[in-house]
């Protein structure tokens, strides 16, 4: 109540006292605008009776209070939805319903498709597993060709085949000896 109170006084000593002659801005620099504070509750204002004396200044004063009061009451009555802009959420606010239930809605589509994609990402994992195997086993029947036409050509009392009769020992066939041998080389 103490700022609307001096603003009262301030607009009464404006249009109570003689004005100084008006000085001309100069051509560079906007006028200077007084800004009208923020008062919440501009019905307080007609309860409060500080006017007197002169009718012009009166009239003057209920011109500038309606007008003040009028721009108030507008931007008091802005909202957005359910909340307002100046006076904070709209306490009766209740849950619609119908915009529950899309909400539910597209929760649901949003989880489905990410279950979709998540099944699509397990699918293509599986597939590109068992592409691997496919191809490690092509690999496999390959070095096991290579392994015994090896085998057919070695010579067992050459150098090399004394040598391989030596580390076959340690494998259970020659034949699994032969594919690690030409595996590493």
């Known amino acids: 109540m ?6 009262l006084d301030d607009l009464k000593n404006e249009y109570t006292q003689p004005k100084p002659p008006v000085q001309p801005q100069p051509k560079n620099q906007p006028p200077a605008i007084n800004p009208i504070p923020n008062i919440a509750n501009i019905e307080d ?19 500038l209070l309606s007008q003040v009061k009028a721009e108030s009451s507008a931007i008091n009555s802005v909202n957005i939805g ?13 849950s619609d319903p119908l915009m529950d239930n899309l909400l539910s809605q597209v929760k649901g589509d949003i989880a489905k498709k990410e279950a979709e994609e998540e099944l699509r990402k397990q699918a293509e994992i599986a597939r590109e597993k068992q592409r691997q195997a496919e191809i490690k086993a092509q690999e496999l ?10 085998l057919k050509k070695l010579d067992p009392l050459s150098t090399e085949g004394l040598w391989f009769e030596g580390f076959a020992r340690n494998y259970p066939s020659k034949l699994a000896a032969a594919i690690d041998y030409l595996n590493d080389n």
């Open 2 to 7: 103490n700022e609307i109170d001096k603003l």
């Open 82 to 94: 359910n909340i307002s802009i100046f006076g904070g959420a709209d306490k009766s606010y209740e």
């Open 45 to 63: 204002i007609e309860d409060i009776s500080i006017f007197g004396g002169e009718d012009k200044s009166d009239s003057l004063m209920d011109n």
């Open 141 to 150: 029947v390959k070095l096991e060709k290579q392994a015994q036409e090896w």
